[in-house]
């Protein structure tokens, strides 16, 4: 509680809010999205655990919570679970002692903002953190926030100005040093706009690191390749994924009522767009989707033409709204008339610049210096409708900040900048110092789009300087890059920067584990690179932890199924793949003969007969494959184990962490009395009992190739049952003159 003298200043000050104004509305009802949440510290290297939520797709009300748990293993407890309850992410700030840390990380667009916004807004509604006094919701793009020194610096940028606010505020800030910040919630909005060298040196970064206020909450949302610094700081850390197809195509139907015939269109062509699909996960993408649906534009193909269109109708409509209608829509940025086409361009450049200098706010003076054209033009104040203008107040007055609608829209304008202004030896020294920079990843994904990669001054920079434009060894470094590369030569028509690529390609295994949130145009470039490359005969394709879902893997299919080239081993562990991927997964194991197949922490691969064609096949070369933590159901387990009864392929088999009960004791001793290929089979921590185990052992006495078998703990006379009855086995392959010893991992349960 506050001191008594704080409080009674506080209830003097109340008549200012009203149910009206406090908790701050919503204007559109939230939207739950797919969250992972993780607990425990995690490793940089380790994968992270996670499973697809099962829900109704109702983004109106929450879905019944369904969680997925596991451990990594027993040194390191972690805990993951998929959810789309607020709730759920926020249980340990109201019930541990111990001061924590949420990290929530998102790519742009998903939803951080709107997340945090929605916590303060249930919390003001007093349904939940109600043991906290104060929760302050800091947008740290701010300038105010970026200075201050003082916890009553940011208490004042709630104030308004207010007379009295300064010994409120000073108050305040008293009793929270003397409690060292305890029932005080911070939300800091945006680590990622924040610059680099306050994170730091600035009282937020101070707050942060603990150095002050030691007990206080924080939750801390960020773009992931800027938070990594804070990842071992978090004592949560979620992953906010976005809409699921199911939710996407109700938010169509939500937004469309009474429009049949537009969200029978919306549905048919996101079917057959796979990649706009795929970037329509991301909220503000479908919002411009949409948009672009509604002003009557031919819909886009790829996301460098999504924007487009809504920059330049965002452009249209601005100017018409302020009374300069243009005759014509434009279809190009270079088509506007003067003096909006000169705006545009040092708005642009203001873009670009920006960037180089990771900065994503701009204050009026700047403006002012940067775009003197769009000072002069009211109707272009807030750049035609691309910038979103802030107020922001202090005891001195109150000042104006600006920033892009969204990050890719400035990353549009700043890859626009670059082809119409520069000059060929800048835009090469702007090549040179920033390509790799993952803060303009996205701009020159863009600029390649949008030239299909035939720049001159590109060219000579891949080529490392070599005016005979080859490709420099240092791009095979990043598989990713390379492969997007490929594939805008390709569109390009330019076969001889293709075949300087192929030659440099020599790698024959491809390894993108942990990149994480892979777009659908990243999948399309990877399996447009093997099914075009000459090379087809593959070691390794590494989709490990890429939080792939089905519509991503469909994307992998349309291109790997009925191909002629050949992989090894196959990983897609940790993704969010669901029983709807097991004809997909099936086709591509046939298909390019695969190995060696890792599916395991997805939910619920093979309900259906896929699994069983996938290993009795006869063209099928699986011999190894791993499914741990797959939530099998019964159908699941039944078809996974009649299968293994009728392979003479399969070799290793892992159903670790499953669902597997007493129930398919019998279905398991079956296929272990006939199969005569599998080797090596894990079974640890199913829900299945001693007896069950005891009867399964039984039945191997008749099976001479088993050579390894792990199943869960037991007790004592359980263990030293199943010690016997592999003794017994093993004397009895030795007296038939069998060399293999069958091995049964089994510990003791305490």
């Not at 969680?67 to 309850?85: D, G």
């Not at 769009?374 to 807030?382: D, R």
């Not at 891949?462 to 434009?469: F, Q, T």
Request: proline letters at 3%.
């Amino acid at each position: 509680m506050l001191t008594s003298r704080v409080a009674a200043i506080n209830a003097q000050a109340r008549f200012r809010v009203d149910k009206d104004t406090w908790p701050p509305g919503q204007s559109l009802n939230f939207t739950p999205l797919l969250l992972v949440h993780h607990e425990g510290q995690q490793r940089m290297d380790q994968a992270i655990e996670v499973a697809k939520l099962v829900h109704k797709g109702d983004v109106t009300s929450l879905a019944t919570k369904q969680s997925v748990h596991a451990k990594l293993n027993s040194h390191a407890p972690h805990v993951s679970k998929v959810t789309k309850e607020v709730m759920d992410i926020l249980a340990p700030l109201e019930g541990w002692e111990e001061p924590q840390f949420v990290m929530i990380e998102g790519a742009p667009g998903i939803g951080k903002s709107v997340l945090l916004r929605e916590i303060a807004y249930r919390w003001g509604k007093q349904q939940l953190l109600q043991t906290f006094t104060l929760l302050l919701l800091i947008c740290l793009r701010d300038p105010i926030v970026q200075q201050a020194t003082s916890i009553s610096d940011l208490l004042l940028s709630f104030c308004k100005g207010d007379r009295r606010a300064k010994e409120i505020a000073a108050m305040c800030s008293d009793y929270l040093f003397e409690n060292n910040g305890k029932h005080l919630l911070f939300l800091f909005d945006g680590f990622d706009e924040f610059p680099e060298h306050l994170r730091e040196n600035s009282l937020i970064g101070e707050i942060i690191n603990r150095n002050i206020l030691p007990l206080c909450g924080l939750i801390v949302s960020s773009r992931p390749h800027v938070s990594v610094s804070l990842r071992k700081q978090a004592t949560i850390k979620v992953d906010i994924l976005g809409f699921t197809e199911e939710e996407q195509h109700h938010y169509i139907k939500q937004s469309l009522q009474g429009q049949p015939q537009s969200i029978e269109k919306l549905t048919h062509y996101l079917q057959d767009h796979l990649t706009i699909s795929n970037l329509c996960l991301v909220p503000f993408n479908i919002v411009i989707l949409l948009f672009l649906h509604e002003m009557g534009i031919p819909l886009p193909s790829d996301s460098s033409n999504l924007y487009h269109h809504f920059i330049c109708l965002t452009i249209c409509r601005h100017l018409a709204k302020s009374g300069h209608p243009l005759k014509n829509n434009i279809k190009q940025l270079t088509d506007l008339p003067e003096p909006y086409s000169k705006i545009l361009k040092q708005l642009s450049k203001l873009a670009l610049q920006a960037l180089n200098n990771n900065q994503l706010v701009f204050t009026y003076e700047e403006m002012q210096t940067a775009c003197l054209n769009i000072i002069a033009t009211p109707e272009a104040i807030n750049g035609f409708g691309l910038l979103q203008a802030v107020q922001h107040f202090s005891l001195t007055g109150k000042t104006m900040t600006f920033n892009f609608l969204h990050l890719t829209i400035q990353e549009y304008l700043a890859a626009n900048y670059i082809i119409t202004e520069l000059q060929p030896d800048k835009e090469l020294r702007l090549l040179h110092e920033q390509f790799w920079s993952d803060l303009h990843a996205n701009m020159f994904l863009i600029y390649i789009t949008l030239t299909k990669g035939q720049r001159y001054s590109f060219k000579k920079f891949l080529s490392g300087g070599d005016d005979k434009i080859t490709i420099s060894s240092k791009f095979l470094d990043d598989q990713l890059k390379c492969f997007r590369l490929y594939r805008c030569f390709k569109e390009a028509g330019d076969d001889s920067v293709c075949k300087s690529i192929e030659k440099a390609a020599i790698f024959n295994k491809i390894d993108l584990q942990g990149t994480s949130h892979l777009s659908a145009t990243d999948l399309e470039c990877v399996a447009f690179f093997l099914t075009s490359f000459s090379h087809k005969e593959w070691v390794e394709l590494s989709f490990y932890g890429c939080y792939i879902q089905d519509s991503g893997l469909h994307i992998i299919h349309k291109y790997l199924n009925g191909s002629d080239i050949t992989i090894t081993k196959l990983w897609l562990n940790y993704n969010f793949l669901t029983s709807s991927s097991s004809s997909f997964i099936s086709d591509i194991v046939l298909s390019c003969k695969v190995k060696v197949l890792g599916i395991s922490h997805n939910h619920t691969i093979g309900e259906s007969e896929e699994l069983y064609t996938m290993l009795t096949h006869p063209s099928s070369m699986l011999t190894t494959l791993y499914m741990n933590n797959t939530s099998l159901s019964s159908i699941a387990a039944r078809t996974l184990f009649t299968a293994v009864k009728d392979s003479n392929k399969l070799k290793e088999l892992d159903i670790r962490h499953n669902s597997i009960t007493n129930d398919m004791a019998e279905c398991i001793t079956t296929a272990l009395t006939t199969n005569k290929s599998l080797v090596k089979l894990w079974m640890t921590d199913n829900p299945i009992s001693e007896e069950a185990i005891v009867t399964i052992l039984q039945a191997l006495r008749g099976n001479n190739t088993l050579q390894w078998l792990a199943v869960p703990s037991y007790l004592t006379a359980i263990y030293y049952r199943i010690r016997s009855i592999e003794q017994e086995i093993n004397a009895k392959r030795l007296s038939q003159g069998i060399q293999e010893n069958l091995t049964v991992y089994c510990c003791i349960h305490f």
